[in-house]
């Protein structure tokens, strides 16, 4: 197997192969970065191809620009406002080979690159074989990382959009620290507290108790600079956005009056632990969390997050709710079907 994917942070190429083969992925790797063919066809080809993609995932699918309209509405400053895809078509169509030549001889640089190799592999002929396809590789002047930085969000923002979708959705996107900051983790936490699973507090009292939503969720991006906490979920027929928002803001203030039990707080922990002993199992999974953690820099992480996790107190997932979960920190998307008149 042999993929690749662009998120808001880096660009990862990845193969999934026999061991033997290793070599094979190395060379097409080395091949890759040092000698990728320019050429106006293929970029026409590749230019149609990702059209496609962002008709058929943005424009064609129900709620497909949902990051478009939110990433614009949370973020004023930071490029994170920017969808990976483009925030039109024509911004794929427009791209010129000096573009694309240029970006590629800045950005695709060994001296720019983490590579990971995971699996049964000898230590030392593994080395071998990096220097072999990858020592003459020249280095490049690589830009500084110099992005700007979001400025604290003073006050609540709102935005309604109609589409064709077939029932109304509410989001409500919260600024949070970014992936290498400690105060991410009890945020993190408190995503999973509000919705991850049956059993957390959104899913148990909007979903199954009240049936606002028909579903619902919470999460984190995760992304290098700070990013955001996300509430998500489809309205059950005969409510609309206003009242699933009120009923959150209930849930919100509830999470906030007091900390959490204890009881409820394990529960997390031990779930957040499983979910990180479970991202390990493959040897895929093992090798892009560690470039990951690389890139983060502290590839050690990879062995000592979850004591980081074991470490949260209630009191910290407290603070994290009445910090981060206020109003003129949110931006609220309601997403309509249809006009209500």
Same mark, same amino acid.
């Given at each position: ?223 290098? $600079? #700070? %990013? /955001?906490?996300?509430? +998500? ?6 409510? =609309?956005? *206003?009242?699933?928002?009120? @009923? ?49 820099? $502290? #590839? %050690? /992480?990879?062995?000592? +997050? ?6 949260? =107190?209630? *009191?910290?997932?407290?603070? @994290? ?21």
């Amino acid at each position: 197997m042999n993929n690749a994917f662009t998120n808001n942070d880096f660009t990862n190429f990845y193969e999934v192969l026999p061991s033997a083969n290793l070599e094979t992925a190395l060379w097409l790797e080395s091949d890759r970065m040092q000698s990728l063919n320019f050429d106006e066809e293929v970029l026409d080809v590749q230019r149609k191809v990702v059209v496609e993609e962002f008709k058929e995932t943005c424009l064609n699918e129900p709620f497909g620009d949902i990051w478009h309209l939110l990433s614009d509405l949370a973020f004023q400053v930071h490029p994170y406002r920017w969808p990976v895809i483009g925030l039109v078509p024509e911004h794929v169509e427009n791209a010129r080979m000096e573009d694309v030549r240029s970006f590629f001889f800045h950005y695709y640089r060994p001296n720019n690159a983490v590579l990971t190799i995971s699996g049964k592999q000898d230590l030392r002929k593994t080395r071998k074989l990096v220097e072999k396809w990858f020592a003459d590789i020249p280095a490049g002047q690589i830009p500084a990382r110099q992005l700007p930085s979001e400025p604290p969000q003073q006050a609540y923002r709102r935005k309604v959009h109609y589409g064709d979708v077939p029932v109304d959705a509410l989001y409500m996107a919260f600024h949070i620290s970014g992936r290498a900051d400690r105060a991410f983790y009890p945020a993190d936490l408190l995503s999973d507290v509000l919705c991850n699973g049956a059993s957390s507090r959104l899913y148990r009292r909007l979903l199954k108790e009240q049936r606002i939503f028909s579903s619902v969720d919470c999460y984190v991006g995760g992304s290098f $600079d #700070p %990013g /955001l906490l996300v509430i +998500e979920g489809k309205l059950s027929k005969g409510f =609309t956005p *206003e009242q699933a928002e009120a @009923a959150v803001w209930e849930e919100i203030r509830r999470l906030q009056q007091t900390p959490i039990e204890e009881q409820e707080l394990q529960k997390w922990k031990n779930k957040a632990e499983s979910n990180l002993v479970f991202s390990e199992l493959s040897a895929l999974s093992k090798g892009m969390n560690l470039a990951f953690f690389e890139v983060l820099g $502290d #590839p %050690g /992480l990879i062995n000592s +997050e979850w004591e980081i996790y074991a470490q949260l =107190t209630a *009191e910290e997932i407290y603070e @994290a709710a009445n910090t981060l979960l206020r109003p003129e920190n949110c931006s609220s998307l309601h997403y309509c079907a249809q006009e209500r008149k």
